[in-house]
């Protein structure tokens, strides 16, 4: 059975990107919502045992959209928490290097990541990830993750669905995604992720964000 993850700081260690009213609206509302109904669906189909990333790729499989949907939201947020700081610091070591390598400078691939959220219509989510060896920004529609891909592992996400940002920037997306960069982005998590995938470990640096087993 999943529950509800706790968040790594308090609804008002992301002002004035997010307020404190809006992160407890994202998590207590929707993100709550999501685990409900991810509960709900994985007993009817008798996998409530699974961790919530076993979950998203056994819906996948099995073709079942709506469990796959609120299964790969829970995730999706809980990985989301853990990209965003109230203490943004700048990448440095391989990511850094990895950056500059890829984009140029840290300003670039700022630049690359407004554009893919800006550009990505409808709901969604804006990936940093590490595949192959390489940098890349992708955007996923709806609920898609990675967790189903092997050899490409998130870093960082930012959440493009309008209940992430509009309440505290109405239909200003690129206001916020550059707002959200510049402020929120946890480079110290992106940095662990990048380790990860350069070492060749199997799964994620941080497995088990979203869940717990009750």
């Known amino acids: 059975m999943i529950e509800l993850c706790k968040l790594p700081y308090d ?14 609206i994202h998590h207590e509302k929707h993100h709550a919502a999501y685990v409900k109904k991810a509960n709900g ?10 961790s919530v990333e076993d ?19 829970v995730w999706n947020h809980g990985f989301l928490w853990q990209s965003m700081t109230g203490d943004s610091l700048k990448p440095v070591g391989a ?9 140029g400078n840290l300003a670039a691939l700022k630049a ?12 969604g989510w804006v990936w940093l990830v590490a595949q192959d060896d ?19 592992m998130p870093l960082l996400v930012c959440d493009v669905w309008e209940h992430a940002y509009y309440l505290d920037h109405q239909n200003d997306r690129e206001g916020f995604l550059k707002s959200w960069l510049d402020g929120l982005a946890n480079w110290q998590f992106a940095s662990v992720q990048f380790e990860a995938a ?3 470990e ?12 009750a």
């Open 198 to 200: 350069q070492s060749g």
């Open 95 to 103: 990511l850094a290097k990895a950056v500059d390598g890829r984009f």
């Open 202 to 213: 199997p799964g994620y640096a941080y497995p088990h964000l979203a869940h717990a087993h």
């Open 41 to 50: 669906l994985a007993a009817k189909a008798g996998l409530e045992e699974l």
């Open 134 to 152: 390489r940098l890349e920004v992708v955007s996923t529609h709806d609920a898609a993750d990675f967790l189903d891909r092997p050899g490409v």
């Open 112 to 123: 690359k990541f407004v554009e893919e959220g800006v550009g990505h219509f409808g709901s």
């Open 55 to 73: 979950l998203v790729c056994e819906a996948k499989a099995r073709g079942d959209t709506k469990l796959y949907n609120n299964a790969a939201q």
């Open 11 to 24: 609804y008002s260690a992301l002002e004035p990107v997010i307020s404190a009213r809006a992160m407890q």
